[in-house]
C-alpha cells in the first residue's frame, strides 16, 4: 500500500467567505509550534506558544487546494488558560481542542485542557491525565490513575456537554498510549509486557 503525501500551504489570512471585518494573518506572523489533524482529518489546527493561541482550519476532502483558511480562532484574551499552554495535543472534527498546560507549584503541574475553539468555552477535565485523545467517533479517551475514562459529547438545548460513557479499570502499568483509532497500548513490567486493547 502506499503513502499518499499532500503539501498544504496555511494562508496568512482568513477565508474570503468569512465576513470578518479584518483579515489577519494566524498567529500574527508569529512560528507556529504544532500543527494536529482531526482523527477523521476534516480539520486542522495549529498553536503558537509565543502567541499563546491556536486557529482551526476546515478541510474540504473533495475540493483539494493547496490552502487552507482559518474559520476560528482562541487565544488567552479569550481563555486565561492558554497562558499556561505548552503544546497542542489534539483537535477533534467537532472542532474542540486538547491543550497541555504546565504550572509550577501545582499538585499537577501537567495537565491536559478541553476548549471548544469556536465557542472559546472550557471543558473541566479531571486532574492527573497520563494521555488523551480523540477517537474516531469523536468521543474523547484519557488515562487518569489506572482508570481509562470515554466521554462523549451531546448537545443539550443549544449547549454541548460531555459526559462518561464508560470506565474501564486496568491492570497496573508504566506508560500508556491511546490512539485515535481507539486503540490503547500499555507498557506493563512485571513480567514486561505491551499490551494492546481495542
Given at each position: 500500500m502506499?503513502?499518499?503525501?499532500?503539501c498544504v500551504e496555511i494562508s496568512e489570512k482568513n477565508?474570503?467567505?468569512?465576513?470578518?471585518?479584518?483579515?489577519?494573518?494566524?498567529?500574527?506572523?508569529?512560528?507556529i509550534q504544532t500543527i494536529v489533524c482531526s482523527t477523521n482529518f476534516e480539520y486542522?489546527?495549529?498553536f503558537s506558544?509565543?502567541?499563546?493561541?491556536?486557529?482551526?482550519?476546515p478541510v474540504d476532502k473533495d475540493k483539494i487546494s493547496a490552502r487552507l483558511y482559518y474559520d476560528h480562532s482562541v487565544n488567552s484574551n479569550d481563555n486565561e488558560i492558554l497562558n499556561d499552554a505548552f503544546d497542542l495535543i489534539a483537535v477533534s472534527d467537532c472542532k474542540h481542542i486538547i491543550v497541555e498546560t504546565y504550572k509550577k507549584n501545582d499538585k499537577f503541574p501537567r495537565d491536559f485542557k478541553l476548549i471548544d475553539?469556536?465557542?472559546?468555552?472550557?471543558?473541566?477535565?479531571?486532574?492527573?491525565i497520563q494521555t488523551i485523545n480523540f477517537l474516531e467517533d469523536g468521543n474523547v479517551a484519557f488515562i487518569e490513575g489506572e482508570l481509562l475514562h470515554i466521554y462523549s459529547k451531546s448537545k443539550v438545548q443549544d449547549e454541548i456537554r460531555w459526559t462518561c460513557k464508560n470506565k474501564i479499570e486496568l491492570a497496573s502499568f508504566i506508560k500508556c498510549f491511546i490512539f485515535p483509532k481507539g486503540k490503547l497500548l500499555l507498557v506493563t513490567n512485571i513480567p514486561f509486557m505491551i499490551t494492546q486493547f481495542d
Open positions: 502506499s503513502e499518499i503525501e499532500y477565508n474570503e467567505n468569512n465576513s470578518k471585518a479584518e483579515q489577519v494573518a494566524p498567529h500574527c506572523g508569529r512560528s486542522v489546527a495549529t506558544q509565543e502567541g499563546k493561541d491556536v486557529f482551526g482550519y475553539i469556536v465557542t472559546k468555552k472550557l471543558y473541566g477535565l479531571v486532574e492527573g
